[in-house]
């Protein structure tokens, strides 16, 4: 506050060149982020400054610093006081701001007082404030559309909807409840006043905020669906005013308030031996109705059949390839088998309305892309081309010869990609028409959004195949779900008719092709040991070789004797002790 009076001492004498009034605005960014003792008021001066008034924060603390608010007593008749113009701030330098912002203070309704007032009871930054103050910001920053009665019945739900920008976090379930139950003390002198009062730790709002927030939380590592079990023990887990504990029944009990914002279904799993277990299981409203779409669409798609091209794949992989610097033996076993792996595989996944191409590394998922873009009759009917990231892009950029965008470009260019949040979009004014084929690469790396948003952003009774390319295995997306590990163990084990119907669309590459110092990677052959794909019909060479203490091409191993000798330590390894097991191509040794 004094740095604040210094400023407008600068400023009124003139003795200095500004920007002063930028660096007012400074310092009372750096008073709404320190001042922690702000009593059960707390958000005031944000919720002042979500209402249109310049330094609000700095006005709410000089309030409380000069003892014009007493803090035993509600603030707002003091603060209505100022806005009407019946009061002087305690400095002239706010006399301004007030004025400009009285008209509007003038004309607002009771309800929209009263969100106001409930706002300044949460520890809000300024901007948080104004995107739920804001209608526009707000339909912006919420997952769902809110309005202002629906925040003052339910304030959890503010925790519920909000994505929060690019400047501040979404406002977290923990900041609602401490405004809601605050200390003893400070709830019997300032009670929240109706519909906004919880009374109760078990308060039904309560508690469905606190499964939102442990959904979400899960939802951002990864998973879309959690057991009821696990929900309950996440939930005691939260940093909340009071715990919130309630028993397994909540749910089937609260089934009707939970329908909307939260889906609720059995998950059958195996027990032992015949045995079936049957466990409740919880996960997000919007996830579930995702999900169903998502694999509606594909499963459809992937049931349908496209009359084939009759392409020569052959000669357009033997082309392919050696574009990429790389001679093809026919005559060699290995690459013939390849070949022909790849050749059926390429009249697979253009057959169907949705192909799915499958392999690990090594395995020539490349040179199948580029056999593809140089098909006649599929290159002229258009081929889009997309990835999920900067670096896939450029590989398949590369491969194929052909410009690709990463799906976060896609679907920016059609304004269904919120930049703020970095998240996909699933409506917009316009869908894609253009190209027939589309070819998603690297899709393990795509969440549950991505995939959904870009099938929203096609035209798809206009695309004529939809291609989706990737190994399971490798890495997993940064989001919610695994679409399309999922999907291909759907198709591999289906489970009804449906399901049955789209496997011809599932077309593998098992036949390493990638080569180190003349022959298979060992690596790779190693690597294949630790995932659930087909095992080529040597790979158990590799552990019996292992086993022998044989040599391998791009492998080292060893038996670790000490610590010491663990890579990256700056001790040396201890006598006898070798590198550990390590693959030549990933880091040079």
């Known amino acids: 506050m004094r740095c604040l009076d210094a400023v407008r001492r600068i400023q009124a004498h003139g003795i200095a060149e500004g920007p002063w009034a930028e660096r007012e605005d400074w310092l009372n960014e750096q008073i709404a982020r320190t001042w922690l003792d702000r009593g059960a008021f707390p958000g005031l001066g944000s919720a002042l400054e979500a209402l249109g008034m310049r330094l609000g924060t700095a006005l709410a603390h000089e309030l409380v610093a000069s003892d014009t608010l007493d803090p035993d007593v509600d603030p707002w008749p003091t603060v209505d ?31 929209r007082r009263a969100l106001l007032e409930l706002l300044s009871r949460f520890a809000l930054s300024p901007n948080q404030a104004k995107r739920w103050f804001d209608h526009k910001r707000r339909s912006a920053a919420a997952s769902v559309a809110v309005t202002d009665q629906e925040a003052l019945q339910n304030p959890y739900r503010i925790a519920e909807c909000d994505l929060g920008d690019m400047d501040t976090p979404a406002v977290s379930l923990g900041v609602i409840d401490r405004g809601l139950f605050p200390d003893a003390t400070i709830a019997a002198k300032f009670p929240v006043p109706e519909p906004s009062r919880a009374e109760s730790a078990g308060d039904r709002r309560r508690v469905r905020g606190a499964v939102v927030s442990t959904l979400r939380q899960a939802s951002e590592e990864g998973d879309s669906l959690l057991s009821a079990v696990e929900v309950l023990t996440r939930m005691e887990r939260l940093d909340l005013a009071r715990p919130c504990a309630v028993p397994l029944d909540w749910f089937p009990g609260n089934a009707e308030f939970l329908d909307g914002v939260i889906s609720q279904s059995d998950v059958d799993l195996p027990g032992q031996g015949d045995e079936r277990v049957v466990v409740p299981a919880l996960q997000l409203a919007v996830h579930a109705d995702t999900e169903g779409r998502l694999a509606k669409r594909l499963l459809k798609r992937a049931a349908r059949a496209v009359p084939s091209v009759r392409a020569p794949w052959r000669d357009l992989l033997i082309e392919a390839i050696r574009a990429s610097g790389v001679e093809v033996d026919t005559a060699e076993p290995r690459h013939a088998d390849a070949l022909l792996e790849q050749e059926n595989a390429l009249e697979r996944i253009v057959t169907r309305r949705l192909g799915v191409l499958v392999g690990r590394a090594g395995t020539g998922k490349t040179s199948v892309l580029g056999a593809l873009v140089r098909c006649k009759p599929i290159a002229e009917d258009g081929v889009l081309l997309l990835a999920p990231t900067g670096k896939a892009r450029v590989r398949l950029q590369r491969a194929t010869g052909r410009d690709a965008r990463t799906i976060a470009q896609f679907l920016y260019q059609l304004g269904r990609y919120d930049g703020a949040r970095q998240r996909p979009l699933f409506h917009g004014e316009e869908r894609h028409r253009q190209e027939k084929t589309v070819v998603i690469d690297e899709c393990s790396m795509l969440t549950m959004d991505d995939l959904f948003a870009v099938l929203e952003a096609l035209d798809l009774g206009h695309v004529e195949r939809l291609i989706l390319v990737g190994d399971p295995n490798q890495l997993p997306p940064i989001g919610v779900g695994r679409p399309f590990a999922d999907l291909i163990g759907v198709l591999d084990e289906p489970a009804n008719d449906d399901e049955v119907a789209g496997r011809e669309a599932l077309a593998r590459l098992t036949v390493e092709v990638r080569t180190a110092l003349g022959g298979p990677s060992d690596a790779l052959r190693l690597a294949a040991w630790f995932t659930n794909e087909p095992q080529p019909k040597d790979a158990d060479r590799v552990l019996s070789d292992l086993d022998l203490g044989e040599n391998f091409n791009d492998l ?3 038996h670790l004797e000490d610590s010491r000798g663990v890579a990256g330590s700056n001790r040396p390894a201890a006598a006898g002790a070798a590198r550990p097991l390590c693959c030549r191509r990933c880091c040079g040794v």
């Open 556 to 558: 080292e191993y060893c």
């Open 81 to 111: 006081a100022l806005l009407r113009g019946d009061r002087e701030p305690p400095s002239s330098a706010y006399a301004a701001d007030l004025a400009s912002v009285r008209p509007t203070w003038g004309k607002l309704t009771q309800p």
